[in-house]
């Protein structure tokens, strides 16, 4: 098959389910009949089953197809830098100290309340692979570029939205972050973080910057 088909195939199969699974019918069917544990088995395993294709199917075939557009050097560049390395702290930031949506807040019955990146955006996670998407979505205009970081980015704020939607309905605790917080970040809102969080930052944007200096031996260029 045609690589950037296998791309956008397996890239369709990854949003599709991200978006079904969780769908509270369906959710909950699968859970009546698995139980928590094996739901979120069932979810892993598909997760796992559509992004590992993806990403070999992209790897293979990375910058290939027409190019789309090509925004690399200059301005733009280092304002493209500047995004990653910030997706980098937020993703570092959203897994030290799980938001109020995650499946760590539930499993370790912490309180559904906003706290640290949280303050800033309610999916500091999903806002950081939105941030790594988008940049990398920027510098690679080629379609099978396109197609890959496209559906990282569409999985990650419709995932989220989705999430807000569902978990807003059915918890009034978490309805009331989701009236207290931004959903995208909100840079006048890092005054109010404490110095663990900004710690977190500080430590994904340094995982962003080693990254960046291997980057073309660890990912062969662009």
Do not use: C
Request: overall charge positive; proline content about 6%; glycine content about 14%.
């Amino acid at each position: 098959m045609d690589p950037l088909l296998n791309i956008a195939l397996f890239g369709g199969l990854f949003l599709l389910t991200h978006l079904a699974l969780p769908h509270p019918p369906l959710r909950a069917a699968l859970v009546g009949r698995l139980g928590g544990g094996g739901y979120l088995g069932l979810y892993s395993l598909i997760s796992f089953a559509t992004l590992i294709p993806l990403t070999v199917s992209w790897w293979g075939a990375r910058h290939q197809g027409p190019a789309l557009w090509m925004l690399r050097g200059g301005p733009v560049g280092h304002a493209v830098e500047l995004i990653v390395l910030l997706g980098f702290g937020f993703m570092v930031g959203g897994t030290m100290r799980p938001a109020p949506a995650s499946i760590a807040t539930q499993m370790q019955g912490l309180p559904v309340v906003a706290q640290g990146l949280t303050r800033v955006t309610r999916h500091p996670l999903m806002m950081g692979i939105s941030l790594w998407a988008l940049g990398h979505l920027l510098v690679n205009g080629w379609l099978s570029d396109v197609l890959f970081f496209g559906t990282m980015l569409l999985t990650a704020i419709l995932g989220a939205m989705h999430q807000d939607h569902r978990k807003a309905a059915a918890d009034p605790a978490y309805a009331a972050v989701v009236a207290d917080t931004s959903f995208f970040p909100n840079p006048l809102r890092l005054t109010s973080l404490d110095a663990r969080s900004w710690g977190a930052l500080a430590i994904g944007v340094g995982v962003g910057l080693v990254l960046r200096v291997f980057h073309g031996t660890l990912f062969g260029g662009g």
